[in-house]
């Protein structure tokens, strides 16, 4: 069996070229202090792992993980036009959620194809959080501000803030003893904002793990004592550091998509599976509407599918060609060794007609070809 550290495969950058200086999140000297395997990720150094990506792994199912998310961007709306201006931006509906409550979205190109995911975070009833991928955070500004509506404003505040994620069964339980909480303190999807020595942290229940868990937005000045906090009450709870590396294999056990990967201008949020975050009878009309729905006519050539290898060999990889019947019909966009299940897992976009639960396919892994099927998703999920 593969390691499972060995899974973890990134592009191998120059990471001292003045030409393309990487940046560093508030915790960085923390996380080298810990031993941490640093690598580049979207333009950052940032954490894969700091003991194995197994054990890390681990402890997000059984227990508590904490994730530096410092790297995300966020980027701020508001103004008495926010509320359309952002529907006419993304592609689900802000109206349906009330102040305090976060909703997924997309932004996409003229032709439908993905421009970046994100999450929207409604504080106050014109007042908006972006939360965008670290790769895309100048590009998405930059963009928004080029079509910024009338009586709106949008401002890129990613340097003030740290981000971090508790993730795990256990994570309820150290929130409740690092801000004193006595009861429930949020539901899914929903945000507060609450005091943290003298200042105020965003708090959201969401998560990108398949597990329960927060994610704090706060300033950056606080993310050491926060983080310090978090792992002295949750280490007794079994709660440790963890990295990109657990992160990747964790949100690929629950589907969820990674933008670069299941995500790409290319792809659009139908042939992703992303229908239901797509609104397509709100007022304002949205970039890639008519692409949209002319696809969703005539219905996607592609689909994005979860996949299981069936026989022994080496974990599919992004990019490893899809058949059947001897055909490619597609190729795999993620692929690790799930240690939950202990075998090889992917997602893979792939044609249409050959997208059906149950569906046999062949994973071409180093020129062997590895017996596959088409199962439902997510892999793991115990939300």
Request: glycine content about 8%.
């Amino acid at each position: 069996m593969a390691r499972i550290d060995r899974l973890w495969v990134l592009p191998q950058h120059d990471l001292m070229s003045d030409s393309n200086p990487l940046r560093k999140v508030p915790l960085h000297a923390v996380h080298e202090a810990l031993g941490a395997k640093i690598v580049e990720f979207g333009g950052w150094l940032m954490p894969v792992q700091y003991t194995s990506i197994l054990q890390e792994h681990q402890a997000v199912r059984e227990a508590a993980g904490l994730f530096d998310i410092s790297h995300m961007g966020e980027l701020m709306v508001s103004g008495t036009g926010s509320e359309a201006w952002i529907n006419s931006m993304l592609s689900n509906d802000i109206r349906k959620i009330s102040p305090g409550y976060g909703q997924y979205s997309l932004m996409l190109n003229e032709s439908g194809g993905v421009l970046d995911d994100l999450l929207v975070y409604r504080l106050k009833d014109q007042l908006f959080m972006l939360v965008v991928n670290a790769s895309q955070i100048e590009k998405d500004f930059l963009w928004l501000e080029k079509k910024l509506g009338p009586n709106t404003v949008i401002e890129n505040q990613s340097d003030a803030f740290a981000a971090l994620a508790l993730q795990g069964p256990k994570a309820e339980n150290i929130y409740r003893k690092v801000f004193n909480a006595e009861k429930r303190p949020l539901k899914r999807n929903q945000l507060l904002e609450t005091p943290y020595l003298d200042k105020s942290v965003i708090v959201a229940r969401t998560g990108y793990t398949g597990e329960d868990g927060f994610e704090f937005f706060l300033p950056a000045e606080l993310a050491k004592t926060l983080w310090d906090d978090i792992l002295k009450e949750g280490g007794p709870l079994g709660c440790i550091p963890v990295g990109l590396g657990a992160r990747d294999t964790l949100r690929l056990e629950a589907c969820y998509p990674l933008y670069g990967h299941e995500l790409l201008q290319t792809i659009s949020p139908l042939e992703a599976g992303l229908s239901h975050f797509v609104v397509f009878d709100k007022p304002e009309k949205f970039n890639g509407l008519e692409a949209l729905r002319q696809q969703k006519e005539t219905g996607p050539a592609r689909k994005l599918v979860a996949f299981e290898i069936t026989g022994p060999g080496a974990p599919p990889r992004a990019q490893y060609p899809v058949l059947r019947q001897g055909k490619v019909i597609g190729e795999v966009t993620s692929g690790t060794l799930s240690p939950t299940l202990k075998k090889g897992v992917g997602l893979a976009l792939i044609k249409a007609d050959c997208a059906k639960i149950g569906t046999s396919l062949e994973i071409e892994v180093r020129g062997k070809k590895l017996p596959a099927t088409i199962v439902k998703k997510p892999f793991y999920s115990s939300l």
